[in-house]
């Protein structure tokens, strides 16, 4: 069996094996984190290489030459997989840190620490869709079947990296609790792109001016991400992500869900999201919203 094939259970939840190990994942646990590191977290297909590229850009001011010459992976490693540490003992300050991990895991590791968190959460019917297209190019994820089928395994909590609402719930109950901790949505990411970025930049001490902020967003559009290799996955060996299946970088907007959700998919749907999410107070985006400041062909983001 190879490594594409192996999957690794630790704490209840599968991870794909070709990316994490027992021992990968212990050490993510007890991460010894900096101060002025930042740290990236979120489900899979929320926005994270969106805000990996958004961080790179802030904290270099707009110039592009780090997002264009080094793969995201190497300039935001992840703290869980095999392969990181070598890559975070490459990193310049302010370390930038990635992780799909739920809080639950983490919260020794980060207790004390100053390190900025910025938590990236998407409305979960969009994350549904896109995740099952990404599980058809992904060679190390399981084959999921139909949308049908994934779309109750995800509903259930039982696909790789766990259940959607207890990684969202356990994250965002620590806003407040966690003077550090920052919850962007991929929502108003897409809806106020500049906004965002001055939201980010001020949480991360980083205050920039307003052509700065147009440098970065010029950056962070869709179409200037699609084209840039160290984002859009053209890097990975296709034995790893077969390019011929799909696209890393697909379609990004808000409300995708309707391509592929049947009435009755989503009735269901949403009688699992209103008995699971009951007690949360978050507020979900389901449709593109324009923004009076947002420019036409605008809305396409990862």
Wanted: aromatic residues 10%; charged residues 20%; neutral net charge.
């Amino acid at each position: 069996m190879s490594m594409l094939e192996v999957e690794e259970v630790f704490g209840g939840i599968c991870f794909p094996g070709h990316l994490h190990t027992q021992e990968s994942l212990r050490l993510a646990l007890r991460f010894p984190f900096q101060d002025t590191d930042i740290l990236i977290v979120s489900y899979p297909k929320s926005g994270t290489t969106w805000m990996q590229q958004m961080v790179t850009l802030i904290t270099n001011r707009g110039d592009p030459h780090l997002s264009d010459t080094v793969p995201n992976w190497a300039r935001a490693p992840w703290l869980e997989h095999h392969y990181s540490a070598a890559l975070v003992k490459s990193l310049s300050q302010p370390r930038m840190l990635t992780t799909h991990l739920p809080h639950h895991m983490l919260a020794e590791a980060l207790r004390g620490s100053k390190a900025k968190v910025i938590y990236v959460s998407r409305n979960p019917k969009d994350v549904a869709v896109s995740f099952y297209h990404f599980h058809k190019m992904a060679n190390f994820l399981p084959d999921v079947g139909s949308f049908q089928e994934f779309l109750n395994a995800f509903l259930e909590g039982t696909v790789h990296f766990g259940s959607w609402f207890d990684h969202v719930k356990g994250w965002t109950s620590q806003v407040g609790a966690m003077a550090n901790l920052l919850h962007v949505t991929y929502e108003e990411l897409s809806t106020d792109l500049e906004g965002s970025i001055v939201k980010v930049s001020a949480f991360l001490q980083h205050a920039l001016v307003t052509d700065e902020v147009n440098k970065c967003a010029a950056h962070c559009r869709f179409s200037s991400m699609k084209d840039n290799k160290m984002i859009n996955g053209s890097l990975v060996p296709r034995e790893i992500l077969d390019h011929s299946k799909g696209s890393f970088m697909r379609r990004g907007k808000v409300g995708d869900w309707r391509n592929l959700f049947t009435k009755e998919q989503n009735e269901r749907f949403e009688r699992v999201v209103a008995e699971k999410m009951h007690a949360c107070s978050l507020e979900f985006v389901w449709e593109q919203r324009a923004h009076p400041n947002q420019q036409h062909g605008d809305t396409e983001s990862l």
